[in-house]
């Protein structure tokens, strides 16, 4: 079992910067991967970015060039940088890890991200 809690969400302006970052316990050194999605009211929750045990990165598109994706595997720490936020980037932002048994996703409780003049 892995428990996953985010934090450094927050109100900021469009052209600013804002740090998230998630701390996993539990059986953190089981984690296969780590990943950051992102949820509006009504949508479906969609990837932003993610990072594997072994360093390799994704990034949607519309994050990509903006948002930096970094991973402590010593501390089970995962962080997303995000800069030159927009408006359409507010969202719960959620912290994934994929882990044993077998392949289980684990999900934090999110952290709201708001980016508005």
């Known amino acids: 079992q892995v428990q996953l809690v985010e934090s450094g969400g927050g109100l900021v302006q469009p052209g600013q910067s804002l740090r998230l970052s998630c701390a996993a316990t539990g059986s953190a050194s089981t984690i296969y991967s780590m990943a950051w999605y992102r949820q509006v009211p009504g949508n479906q929750r969609e990837f932003v970015a993610g990072i594997t045990a072994g360093g390799k990165i994704n990034y949607s598109g519309v994050v990509k060039g903006r948002f930096s994706i970094s991973r402590d595997n010593a501390k089970n720490v995962v962080d997303l940088q995000m800069n030159s936020l927009v408006p359409e980037d507010t969202a719960v932002y959620y912290c994934?890890?994929?882990?044993?048994?077998?392949?289980?996703?684990?999900w934090g409780k999110g952290t709201l991200v708001t980016v508005s003049p």
């Open positions: 994934n890890a994929v882990a044993p048994p077998g392949i289980t996703d684990y």
